[in-house]
């Protein structure tokens, strides 16, 4: 595994049906950094305990991550794919961190807020409110330099830099400092259903799921809400389902919204729906193929078994060096 490259490090909570959100937010473009990086890309198992989740659908949402993972082309002998639950070394971290952050930050986490809203306090899991310190564990563990992941992750990791820079500060140089890479295009896929709310892994009509056939996704998109000005024209405050549909077109494509904009200028509404329909399609289906394909025998258990002697490598030489800064007695 010494390739000397640096870490980009992401992962994916195994809850619910992932999204075109997850896909082209995240996932689409973690083998981009394969080149210039090494990757170390997991499935983030331990927070998805953070909300009750049926154990059964745990554990196959956890191949499905897998299987996502491999079929969107990371390639195991270029990074490093593994389950956080076989790194102990995270929840170590998370419980040494968790000293360093303050009530107050983590009180302002907009996740926190969201998802504790229409709950109460029986029903909050103080897992929810320690999420951002098990996720800043999870990036510092690997001296990652850039962590790419959609808008909504962006207070999470501003957070991560605080407390690493905060520890630093008190003992001196133990952690990199990351950084997080939000793609250009595709930060924040929208609900089709609702375009003023993001694309979540629970909103089965305004969600297009990875997993969803051909005939769900077509109707999905050429059901999605629009506006009265007939143009295809980005902007998202007038027209939000349509700059949703041609930023999930953009990205899809790599073109710019300039270009979309460009080439559906005589366009209808319907044309258009037509044209993003084929496109996710023609994406998402051999998507699924190959994610069927790695689903057979027990290839996905060699990776993750591969991936967690790699992760842990790595993982422990940090936590040690963590030990020795704050004084823990480390037996020779
Ligand atoms: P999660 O599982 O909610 O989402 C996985 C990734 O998908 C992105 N994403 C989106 N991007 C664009 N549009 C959307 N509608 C959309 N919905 C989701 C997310 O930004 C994310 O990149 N806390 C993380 C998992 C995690 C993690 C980490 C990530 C745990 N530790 C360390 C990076 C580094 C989460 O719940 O993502």
């Known amino acids: 595994m010494q390739d000397n490259k640096q870490t980009a490090l992401s992962g994916i909570k195994p809850t ?13 473009n973690f083998p981009s950094f394969q080149e210039q990086y090494h990757p170390f890309i997991f499935i983030a198992d331990l927070h998805a305990l953070t909300l009750p989740i049926d154990p059964e ?32 070394e995270h929840s170590e971290l998370a419980t040494i961190l968790q ?63 605080d407390l690493a820079i905060r520890f630093n500060h008190r003992y ?5 400092v990351p950084e997080v ?25 305004g969600d297009i799921f990875l997993k969803d056939d051909e005939k769900t996704i077509r109707k999905k998109i050429m059901s999605a809400v629009t506006d009265m000005e007939s143009r295809v024209h980005y902007d998202c405050e007038k027209q939000p389902g349509i700059s949703n549909l041609m930023t999930i077109y953009a990205s899809l494509s790599s073109l710019t919204i300039e270009e979309v904009e460009a080439k559906f200028a ?17 994406v998402l289906i051999p998507f699924q193929e190959r994610y069927r394909h790695f689903l057979e025998g027990d290839y996905i258990d060699k990776v993750l078994t591969k991936g ?22 480390q037996v020779k």
């Open 172 to 176: 001196g140089d133990v952690f990199v």
């Open 266 to 282: 005589t366009s209808n509404y319907g044309t258009f729906k037509r044209e993003v329909a084929d496109l996710v399609c023609s």
């Open 181 to 205: 890479s939000i793609p250009k295009t595709g930060k924040r896929i929208m609900s089709l259903s609702d375009p003023s709310k993001k694309m979540s892994k629970s909103d089965p009509k």
């Open 308 to 329: 967690a002697k790699e992760a842990q490598e790595v993982a422990s030489k940090t936590l040690k060096r963590v030990k020795q800064a704050i004084g823990i007695y």
């Open 16 to 28: 619910g049906r992932l999204t075109l959100g997850n896909y082209i937010g995240a996932l689409k």
């Open 99 to 161: 000293n360093y952050a303050y009530m107050g930050e983590m009180s302002r986490m907009t996740q926190f807020k969201d998802k504790s809203r229409n709950l109460n306090e029986k029903q909050i899991g103080l897992g929810l409110f320690t999420y951002p310190v098990l996720m800043a564990a999870d990036i510092i563990l690997y001296d990652t330099k850039v962590v790419p992941v959609g808008e909504d992750q962006k207070q999470h990791v501003e957070l991560t830099r």
């Open 57 to 88: 659908e745990l554990r196959q949402n956890t191949l499905d991550i897998a299987a996502f993972y491999l079929a969107s082309g990371l390639d195991p002998e270029k990074s490093t794919i593994f389950l956080q639950s076989m790194v102990h």
